[in-house]
């Protein structure tokens, strides 16, 4: 991972730069936000992290789509929460692993914090992947991937920064993948993985979050695809592309412009 520059309207971000070697065990197996937590009390987060290769007793669907499993003596996991995290959580994930509470390391990041704020620019793969595999895609295909997230300014407000971090993949993320396939089978799915290609495009997620209620099963699963998408195509060597930076919401969502619209 590294940082480059990332400029929008006329202020120049820093995003973060990923590059990915095994993608499957790395955001499938690993990144994305999958596991939800049985047992905890209501409203508990959605779990990411290595130890989700753990869960043997309650595997998230997005081992169904990768022959990936793990067995270690200890595990990490990440929630993404300004709440403290209660014996709760921490026994029933434990158990969950197959560990000792003691042997399992968490890690919390709120919606505000800096460390969030980068973690989930460099999601902007994983937002690839997944949208891959609900439109069909197999993702055993991909064989390395890259992209790169702005990272947006941040702000106390544990909702609104919520909407930033979601705008910077949606409207400011670019995911590269090279992928062993047949050329058709991309050209099936590339214009329907990018975020342009949903009904909901075009605001700042956070409008769209309140409108729903704050209900996430109320936004249409679509909108949850990167801005850009390059899929190159190792087989043939062709390269397909889709979607588009959205400069004129990343300046609305970070810096309050009003009146820019879509540009």
């Not at 070697?21 to 049985?38: F, K, M, N, T, Y």
């Not at 889709?242 to 309050?256: C, H, K, P, T, Y």
Request: net charge negative.
């Amino acid at each position: 991972m590294s940082y480059e520059p990332f400029v929008v309207g006329d202020r120049v971000l820093s995003a973060v730069r990923v590059m990915i070697d095994h993608p499957l065990e790395a955001c499938v197996a690993s990144q994305i936000a999958g596991w939800r937590l049985e047992g905890a009390r209501e409203g508990a987060p959605i779990l990411a992290g290595p130890a989700r290769a753990l869960n043997h007793a309650n595997l998230d669907h997005y081992f169904e789509l990768i022959d990936y499993r793990d067995r270690a003596d200890e595990g990490v996991i990440a929630i993404q929460t300004a709440e403290p995290v209660t014996d709760d959580w921490a026994t029933t994930i434990a158990a969950a692993c197959q560990l000792a509470p003691e042997h399992l390391y968490i890690l919390v990041a709120p919606n505000s914090s800096l460390v969030c704020a980068i973690q989930v620019a460099a999601r902007i793969v994983e937002q690839a992947l997944h949208r891959l595999a609900e439109e069909g895609f197999d993702l055993r295909a991909v064989q390395y991937a890259h992209g790169i997230g702005v990272i947006p300014p941040l702000i106390a407000d544990e909702v609104v920064a919520m909407g930033r971090i979601n705008d910077s993949l949606l409207y400011g993320g670019i995911a590269t993948l090279c992928v062993d396939a047949a050329d058709d089978a991309i050209a099936t799915v590339i214009g329907k993985v990018v975020s342009v290609a949903s009904r909901a495009y075009g605001r700042p997620f956070v409008e769209i979050y309140e409108e729903a209620g704050r209900d996430f099963y109320q936004i249409p699963l679509d909108l949850h695809s990167p801005a850009v998408l390059h899929i190159n195509n190792m087989r043939t060597g062709h390269t397909f592309s889709a979607g588009e930076i959205n400069d004129g919401v990343l300046r609305q969502s970070f810096f309050g412009e009003v009146g820019i619209g879509r540009e």
